[in-house]
């Protein structure tokens, strides 16, 4: 039997684009290392482009008439993604600033986060590796309609010893756990 031939345009219009929206406007920020490290795991059948929305001004219902160009692109860029990953920090158990101040944009005046499947991974210092601010997106996923994948998780705690100095992310079992979550997640996005 002959062989399909897919072209290369073939391929890449199939491909799962997947949104990475990092938490954190850090200029050594964990979390956006992860995403980094993402982006190099990713299943040859999808593509991952990471986000810069940490300077995004604050949400304020009464900018809606006149929304800033940066957010309109953000939002239509949220809307022709096939996925997003959350790579997400925790401040005082919950989700950053920065994650909420986009999530809100992104919800307003029409949600562009409707139906999308989604994964959460996060980054902490700490020993709880993020377990509260993973809790309040899931939350915050149920209003915005998103559908997370549930397993695997990753929470990397004690970032310090996971990552050498040029912020590579190094230990292996969080590198087999963030591969596996992408291709979940690749996986769990061609269901839709
Ligand atoms: C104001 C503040 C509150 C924090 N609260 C928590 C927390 O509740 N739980 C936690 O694990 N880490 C907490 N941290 C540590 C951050 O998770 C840590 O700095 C992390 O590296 C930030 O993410 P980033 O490296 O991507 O910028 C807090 C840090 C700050 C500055």
């Given amino acids: ?3 399909l031939q897919i072209s290369d345009s073939e391929k890449k219009r199939a491909a799962v ?25 990713v299943p040859e059948a999808a593509v991952l482009e990471i986000l810069d929305l940490s300077r ?3 949400f304020n219902e009464d900018l809606l008439a ?16 096939d996925a997003v990953l959350f790579a997400t920090p925790e401040y005082n158990y919950s989700v950053s600033a920065v994650l ?3 999530i809100e944009w992104g919800n307003q005046p029409n949600n562009s986060w409707d139906g999308k499947p989604a994964a959460i991974i996060s980054a902490s210092i700490s020993l709880r590796g993020g377990a509260g601010a993973q809790a309040h997106l899931r939350q915050i996923m149920v209003d915005l309609n998103m559908h ?4 695997p998780q990753l929470l990397l705690a004690r970032t310090g010893e996971k990552f050498d100095a ?3 992310l190094v230990d292996s079992a969080s590198l087999k756990t963030l591969q596996s979550l992408l291709d979940a997640l690749v996986e769990w996005s061609r269901r839709f």
């Avoid at 406007?25 to 992860?34: H, I, K, P």
């Fill in 17 to 41: 684009r997947i949104l990475g929206i990092s938490g954190s406007g850090r200029e050594r920020s964990y979390n956006t290392a992860l995403l980094e490290a993402a982006k190099t795991l």
């Fill in 100 to 102: 909420k101040n986009a």
């Fill in 148 to 151: 997370p994948i549930n397993q």
């Fill in 1 to 3: 039997m002959a062989r």
């Fill in 66 to 81: 006149e929304m800033p160009e940066e957010i309109q692109e953000f939002k239509e860029r949220v809307k022709q993604s």
């Fill in 166 to 168: 040029n912020l590579k």
């Fill in 56 to 58: 995004f001004q604050l």
